[in-house]
């Protein structure tokens, strides 16, 4: 039931930032909204790379860079184990997800991304809410790492813990057919 509800947190997440980003290019195309002035504005501006515009016109690239790293996104929440002490993870990884998600559809359809948040007073790139997402998300991903859990909270991701579950899954088999003869 809670993936099923984190799905659909990551579709609302996905129509949020794809509904941002239409209101950006249908109303700030030719009139920028300044919220204050020198400080603050929404303005529309078509990144053609990634973050700070780096890789720029490298589409293809950034479109296949995308899906392997939700392949691996995706990947890490399904091992993520379902205790509720780690429901930050798995939320935050819906975050990145959903993120990365609504520029990979800028890309394909439009080979661009559409950003529009720009922070004037300190030259700030121009970005966009799934930059907001990915951006905010690993940043609480680190801190949660550094300050909350411990490194065997994380077991789960190393080999070896694959192998003993492996190990004793085989073992308990082992005694099961012993027990039957």
């Known amino acids: 039931m809670r993936k099923f509800r984190h799905f659909i947190y990551f579709i609302l ?6 509904f941002t980003k239409h209101l950006a290019a249908s109303d700030l195309k030719e009139n920028p909204f300044i919220v204050i002035p020198k400080v603050f504005q929404f303005t529309y501006h078509e990144n053609n790379g990634a973050v700070w515009g780096i890789l720029s016109g490298q589409i ?15 990947f890490l929440y399904l091992k993520v184990p379902t205790d509720k002490r780690y429901n930050a993870i798995r939320i935050i990884l819906v975050f990145i997800c ?7 559809i800028d890309r394909i359809f ?10 004037e007073l300190i030259d700030f790139p121009v970005f966009n809410l799934a930059d907001c997402y990915v ?6 991903l680190i801190l949660l ?4 859990y411990k490194d065997e909270d994380f077991e ?3 080999l070896k813990s694959a192998k ?6 085989n073992d308990e088999t082992e005694e099961k057919e012993d027990k039957e003869k």
């Open 156 to 158: 789960f991701l190393s």
């Open 145 to 148: 790492g550094l300050f909350y």
């Open 13 to 18: 997440l996905v129509i949020l930032d794809q």
């Open 60 to 74: 293809v690239f950034l479109i296949i860079l995308t899906f392997l790293l939700l392949s691996l996104m995706v």
């Open 110 to 119: 439009n080979r661009y991304v559409v950003d529009f948040i720009y922070f």
């Open 164 to 169: 003993t579950v492996t190990t004793v899954t």
């Open 98 to 104: 959903a993120g990365a998600v609504g520029n990979l």
């Open 135 to 140: 951006t905010l998300s690993s940043i609480l």
